[in-house]
């Protein structure tokens, strides 16, 4: 259950709400309006019906042509009163989930890390989605439902016996007992059956992302079973909630045909003793119709508050979560970057590793424009290097320098734009070919583009395609090979022009031909640029000034090529066992 207590949650909805103030106070006067006109159409039709014998046929036509006009008018006003709840409802979900996320943009890596992107996605829609219900009807409903059934039992306590009006009154204070007992259930179930289905949707994705290796090692049963118990645990859980909504709800619609029952009885005894007439029946009629509409009608408002308030705790969840990685108040804006790194005495954890450090105290100084490399085993903490400079994560102790300058003590974006990372999984969106180069900049034009695509010896393939820069690449760039994706990576990174480059096996997948191209666009790119690489294959890393062994989260030697094949460590250990595998 959600620590988010109704008052907080009222003053969050509130900051979506108040640019929308005047519409919605206007929507709350037309359900006024509307409540108060049915009391006045039921008073005139009782009226009518005790008086209609002493009333002219011209006076009768008059009053009928006044009544006609006025339900021509409260149509108008029941138009607007539904269409302005959902006007609100869609600018404010709208506005929630563009809020929502460019406040997930600036989370730290961490939290995608504790969070599937299948559940990150379900709460941007499913939950939201359930949450619009509070904006489109409730909000208002509860307006319209309160004004009319305090305006229908004043009416009855003041003009009918006070015999007609205590059942009524009864059945008002039973229901307000009733939501008050079901409401709490009804919410936390609510939020269960929706992170349920985050759970569904997050599997289901993963799984869906998968596809190609369970059915390559023919897992398809063992995943059907999985998605399985995660359908039956939502099921169950939806269960319970339908129990929760009948039981509530039968409550809520068995009660008023007793109270009409009573008040019938009732009736008929004071008509027998002349307290009351025919007409003040009829006019009582449609006066327990107004108050009986919205008391039933509460059953589905009290579920729908429910179920809307227990995907907004889930929603609001997200926006409680904060970035590990903070901008700093008072951030440095250096002119130029030249690239020279230092490592001072880091330690490096990763927050759910259970106190496993990955990295311990580790130093070491790049200078600028110089190409190092980093080897060694794999889960050595080679790539969680490259993530703290970046500042995907920051360090547990030590610090990390660029310049000289604590890069905890600069501008986020300014470290960023000037630091350029080509991955072995290389990540395409969807869209055309030159709309994922420009990520580099967008403001590019497409001569730039095409020069870059040239640098990356990408050029050559992208303008034999059909439609050339406007070709579409699918979603993870499905259309193209590995070399042709990688090179379209490393044309984004030629377009950024950065400082620094990070290259994290960038060609370990590649076929002979692609890495090829490839390599010789990296000789490109690394040009005067300070450049740190993460190699397994040492034949790759050739030229590179300096390199450093990782293992276990220590730097174990390091020193030129020639410097590290003399000893008897781990380099010389690594190089053999290669040399020995591409001879065998």
Known sequence: MSGISKKPLLFRLWRFVRNLKWILLAAWIL????????????AVCRWLLNNYENLSPQQLRNIYIAIFSFLILFAVIIYFRVYLPIYISSRVIKEMRRQLYGHLQRLSADF????????????????????????????????????????????????????IAFPVLGICVVFGLLA???????????????????????????????????????R???????????LESHYVDTLRMARLQALFSTFMQFMPWVARFVVIIIGITLIMTSRMTIGDIAGLMLILAQIFFPLNRSSETTVQIGTSI???????????????????????????LEGKIEFQNVDF???????????????????????????????????????????????????????????????LRFLRE???????????????????????????????????????????????????????????????????????ALARVFLKNPKILILDEATSSLDSQSEYYVQQALERLVK???????????????????IYVVEGGRITEHGSREELLKREGGFKRLFDHQKLALHS
């Open 31 to 42: 359900a006024i309006v509307k409540a108060i006109s049915g009391l006045g159409l039921a």
């Open 112 to 163: 995608y890390v504790r969070h599937k992107s299948g559940e990150i996605v379900s709460r941007m829609t499913n939950d939201i989605n359930m949450a619009q219900l509070l904006f489109s009807t409730v909000i208002v409903n509860v307006a319209f439902d309160f004004v009319t059934i305090t305006a229908m039992s004043a009416y009855l306590i003041f003009s009918y016996p006070v015999e």
């Open 180 to 218: 008050y007992l079901f409401f709490p259930k009804i919410r936390e179930t609510s939020r269960r059956v929706q992170e349920e289905m985050g759970r569904i949707t997050g599997d289901v994705s993963e799984k869906v992302s998968g596809m190609k290796i369970l059915q390559s090692f023919t």
């Open 220 to 230: 398809e049963e063992m995943a059907i079973e999985e998605i399985g118990e995660r």
């Open 310 to 336: 227990g995907s907004l705790d889930r929603v609001f969840d997200f926006f409680d979560a904060q970035p590990t990685v903070k901008e700093n108040k008072r951030p440095i804006h250096l002119e130029t």
């Open 349 to 411: 954890q990763y927050p759910m590793s259970d106190g496993q450090e990955v990295l311990q105290d580790l130093s070491f100084v790049v200078s600028a424009g110089s190409q190092v490399a980093f080897v060694g085993p794999s889960g050595g903490g080679k790539s969680t290097m490259m993530d703290l400079i970046s500042r995907f994560y920051d360090p547990v102790r030590g610090a990390i320098l660029i310049d000289d300058v604590d890069i905890q003590r600069m501008s």
């Open 418 to 488: 000037n630091i350029g990372i080509v991955l072995q999984d290389t990540i395409l969106f969807t869209g055309t070919i030159v709309e994922n180069v420009r990520i580099g900049k967008p403001e590019a034009t497409d001569d730039e583009v095409i020069e870059a695509l040239n640098h990356a010896y990408a050029w050559e393939f992208v303008k034999e395609m059909k439609y050339g820069l406007r070709n579409v690449v699918g979603e993870r760039g499905v259309t193209l090979s590995g070399g042709q994706r990688q090179r379209i």
């Open 528 to 546: 005067g640029r300070t450049t740190l690489m993460i190699a397994h294959r040492l034949s790759t890393i050739k030229n590179v000034d300096h």
